[in-house]
């Protein structure tokens, strides 16, 4: 399964940006992380096959994930934006068979939030 992310940009504090992320194939979960510079990424938000979704605390009520499996398409509908959600947001697909669980990352797409 490959991924292709977009929609990363510049926004101004208390703007929006909406990211996609395209899968290649059929997957279950889909997430979305982020990366400071110099750190490990962290989680973000993760939404299942069954639409169930979640949220690290500090997005929630700003940040909405939401996919089209029609689409095998994830995207992280991003509101008041604020400096601090300045990073590098990745895709990960989760793909679980017979054989066991399988993780795909997508590249990552550069989001900017000035001040």
């Known amino acids: 399964v490959q991924l292709q992310a977009s929609g990363g940009g510049l926004a101004q504090a208390g703007g929006s940006l909406r990211l996609s992320c395209v899968a290649s194939?059929?997957?279950?979960?889909m997430l979305w992380y982020r990366q400071y510079p110099g750190k490990q990424r962290e989680w973000v938000a993760v939404i299942n096959s069954g639409g169930v979704t979640n949220y690290v605390d500090s997005v929630k009520g700003r940040f909405t994930i939401s996919r089209d499996s029609a689409k095998n398409t994830v995207y992280l509908q991003m509101n008041s934006l604020e400096p601090e959600d300045t990073a590098v947001y990745y895709c990960?697909?989760?793909?679980?068979?017979?054989?066991?669980?399988?993780?795909?990352w997508g590249q990552g797409t550069q989001v900017t939030v000035s001040s």
């Open positions: 194939g059929s997957v279950n979960a």
């Open positions: 990960k697909a989760v793909r679980v068979t017979a054989r066991g669980s399988s993780d795909y």
